[in-house]
């Protein structure tokens, strides 16, 4: 462990090319498919909590089913989707960053609109009420349910983030760990232990969640001054 | 000038259950109307059905000369002009002066002319120097003067309460009591006020409305409302002697 420690610290101190190019291209896919996952599921959030139709529940159980989804499943399922035969092979995106974003969406979507759910339902019909009741819009009532229950929403983002940041099966099965192309932070761990190398896997490991650490502050500072109008 | 609202065969039903049934009514503009009833009356149901939250099941609604809408830019216009206050305000977990200025925000009031609304809104209700305390950690007394404020700064043509006293302490019931009738005083007001508090109604009413198991039962002028009611009902409700 130890070894490992010194090991990341040396990494980031000498200014490591090829780890930081896995940094960067980690934090540029997973940031990537949180932010189009939250811009998806958000809103989808607040349709399901806030509008009343047939079905409804049902496509909640879906959502709240698909938050356990296996990555190589996602994984699979985009592969299908972008391998040569697939209805979107003509685009070949197959061992391509974009094919590892599409992949991590597929599994941060239902996390961050299930959690959006949880933190908006049991209060989004009072809050709803006084809106209208003060003069708010449609759309102007939905972004303040959403932003009453921003604390809630930031940790499903926040859960999302995790989740993909550290998932290892979907960006493997899409993306295949090519060096200098899609290799990031937890394919090159599979890889150096595949290898023997458990300092620098370990050293990997160190820096991802130093890198996740980081995030998550960020993203939480996020919940403040949101909604102010002074 | 016509009336805040009139009311012709409203009848509110939920499933085979009728909550209202109002026949025809017309509330005067810049009067305090108290809307008393036991539990379950259909008090609420009206105010809601005023407040264009819920359509009636029959029957039209005017406000102020306009048929009421109940969807789309028809029902927010209309819904702009008058503001409501629930039993149980809830906070927004922001400022005062955020929570107060909600209502001017959502009309893309000015900033500058929000400041000086919301600032004349805070002092009226007695809360100057908690612009910036976080709302959701009020008391429910300090809450309930905070929703009057942004309701109050909205300057409506008619403002709804829904018990804005039910919960408060006796101090509390006097401050929100004196803000109700100082605001129908200085900006001639509609006020539409639904109680339990029968001594209430009488301090603060203009006109009574009696609601009983959905029926308006009886309205009046307060004096004469509390002094001779004319149906059985209304003076047994007011003796205590019907008990519900």
């Not at chain 1, 599921?41 to 349709?47: I, N, R």
């Not at chain 2, 105010?47 to 406000?63: A, S």
């Not at chain 2, 006097?174 to 007001?189: A, G």
């Amino acid at each position: 462990m130890g070894e490992g420690l010194k090991q990341a610290v040396a990494l980031l101190a000498t200014g490591d090319k090829d780890i930081y190019e896995i940094m960067f291209l980690s934090l540029r896919v997973s940031l990537t498919a949180v932010m189009i996952g939250t811009l998806i599921g958000v809103p989808l959030a607040a349709f399901l909590s806030l509008c009343r139709f047939p079905g409804r529940r049902l496509v909640e159980n879906v959502i709240f089913s698909l938050m356990g989804l296996p990555p190589v499943l996602a994984g699979l399922v985009i592969y299908l989707l972008i391998s040569r035969k697939g209805p979107l092979g003509y685009a070949s995106l197959l061992w391509t960053p974009t094919a590892m974003i599409m992949a991590q969406v597929l599994l941060v979507i239902p996390i961050v609109t299930g959690l959006a759910i949880v933190a908006i339902r049991g209060k989004e019909r009072m809050l709803a009420e006084t809106a209208l009741t003060l003069g708010a819009s449609g759309p102007q009532t939905a972004l303040m349910v959403v932003g009453e229950a921003r604390t809630g929403i930031i940790a499903g983002v926040l859960t999302g983030f995790g989740r993909v940041f550290a998932e290892v099966g979907a960006v493997m099965m899409v993306g295949g760990n090519i060096e200098h192309n899609t290799r990031v932070l937890t394919t090159a761990i599979v890889l150096e232990t595949r290898q023997g190398s458990f300092d620098a896997a370990l050293a990997l490991g160190i820096i991802l969640l130093v890198l996740s650490f980081i995030i998550s502050g960020l993203l939480l500072n996020l919940q403040r001054g949101v909604g102010r109008y002074v | 000038m016509s009336d805040a609202f009139t009311l012709e065969g409203v009848t509110k039903r939920y499933g085979q259950l009728e909550a209202l049934n109002v026949p025809g009514h017309k509330l005067e503009r810049g009067k305090i109307h108290v809307v008393i009833g036991p539990n379950g009356s259909g008090k609420t149901s009206l105010l809601r059905i005023l407040n264009l939250l819920e359509p009636p099941t029959t029957g039209t609604l005017t406000f102020c000369g306009q048929p009421a809408t109940y969807q789309g830019a028809g029902r927010l216009a209309l819904q702009r002009r008058m503001s409501m206050v629930f039993q149980r305000p809830v906070m927004l977990h922001r400022s005062v002066y955020d929570n107060v200025a909600y209502g001017l925000k959502v009309r893309r009031v000015a900033r500058s002319e929000a400041a000086k609304s919301v600032a004349q809104a805070i002092d009226m209700v007695g809360l100057s120097g908690m612009e910036k305390q976080l709302a959701t950690t009020l008391s429910g007394g300090e809450a309930q003067r905070v929703a009057l404020a942004r309701a109050m700064v909205l300057n409506p043509e008619v403002l709804l309460l829904d018990e804005p006293t039910a919960s408060l302490d006796p101090a509390s019931v006097v401050i929100v009591e004196n803000i109700i009738k100082e605001i129908n005083r200085q900006f001639d007001m509609t006020i539409i006020l639904v109680t339990h508090n029968l001594f209430q109604a009488r301090r603060l009413a203009d006109e009574v409305l009696f609601l009983w198991q959905g029926q308006l039962v009886e309205t009046g002028p307060a004096e004469k409302f509390f002094l001779k009611p004319k149906d059985p009902r209304t003076s047994g409700f007011l003796t205590g002697e019907v008990v519900y």
